[in-house]
């Protein structure tokens, strides 16, 4: 980025040059992203998606309306990290709608807690549109044919609400709804309702942003598949990434609640001990949890509660601990604050 950038997008300000200031502001954000500043690079796309033309405030009588089978979604202030390369591609969806591309139907495919459902949801909040997520309890129903009916009417809701401006509606889980009609075991009753999701999916106006999310995606119906403008895999994740992702969920909790005493090699010890993959809601709801609780209770510590529940098993013995890389003092830590000394007189007299 150049000096002239700054002081032409001081310029534009002041000459009320709206096209040319958010044109500057998107060459801005596209710098710091190549430049590795991802998420500098996505807070600046944030700020000017919400001031945009599209993304004007719903009327009112929006909130007046009966929804049958539409939930309206609170947003909460749960930090969210994903891997770069997903990042990117959230944040091409962003940049696609708030350019209005004519790109509004995404699929997020992805093991369970790899973050589909929430990065969805923070969609809506980053571009400060209205979003619903559909309730298929009230869709799916036994009656032969009722499934289908009630996702046309689903879809007379949607057409409804977004006729007040643009809106998100997240089908969380669409493999509940719709599955691959040729493994169905009833053949008729999912060809009716997939038949309908499609002739449905097909006629959205451009004001109604769908996202789905799926553990299954290879049982869904081709057909379905490429319904959708653009396919998200939340499955690409490397060691690295959740590693990353992991500590930035540690300085979070830790300054949020307080932690006293931090110890950053300890921790990572920790996550390496895992041989498994933990994606990023098991690992944000494993250290938010062992963090609240030991802070809660005085006579435990966060490393030795998280070491417990990250790991799924008991603190083993000290020669076990100090076998896993451990010093004397980090198995002090892990002991529940035994002495160094005694740690030490124990393993000597063992080794």
Known sequence: MKKKDVIDLIKYHYENNEIAFKDLS?????????????ELSFYILSLI??????????????????????????????EL????????????????????????????KGLPGTGKTKAAAYIGKILSIKTYIVKYNNIIDSKLGSTSKNLQKLFEEIKTISNLGKV????????????DR????????????????????????????????????????????????????FNRYEKDDLIDIAFKFYEHYAKQLNL???????????????????????????????????????NDNFYRRFYINYLNKNIPSIEELKHEGFTVREIA??????????????LSEVL
Do not use: W
């Open 168 to 179: 998100l509606i997240i089908f969380d889980e669409i493999d509940s709804l719709v599955l």
């Open 182 to 233: 040729i493994n169905s075991n009833d053949l008729r009753e999912m060809g009716r309702v997939t038949s309908t999701f499609l002739s449905e999916l097909d006629n959205v106006s451009s004001n109604s942003i769908l996202i789905a999310t799926t553990n299954l995606s290879d049982h869904l119906d081709k057909a379905i598949l490429r319904r959708f403008d653009y396919v998200v895999d």
């Open 26 to 38: 998107y060459k801005i954000a596209t710098y710091f992203s190549k430049e590795g500043f991802e």
């Open 81 to 108: 990290f994903f891997s770069e390369d997903i990042l990117y591609d959230l944040k091409g969806i962003i940049e696609s709608i708030t350019k209005n591309l004519n790109l509004n139907k995404f699929l997020f």
């Open 260 to 298: 006293e005493e931090k110890n950053k090699n300890l921790f990572k010890k920790i996550i390496k001990l895992n041989d498994k993959n933990v994606y990023p809601s098991d690992m944000k709801n494993i250290i938010k949890t062992s963090m609240t609780f030991s802070v809660i209770n005085k």
């Open 333 to 346: 830590t892990l002991s529940n604050n035994s002495s160094k000394s005694t740690i030490a007189r124990k």
């Open 49 to 78: 998606s919400k001031d945009r033309d599209m993304f004007v405030p719903q009327s009112l009588d929006i909130n007046n309306i009966n929804l049958e089978f539409l939930e309206c979604l609170k947003f909460d202030n749960e």
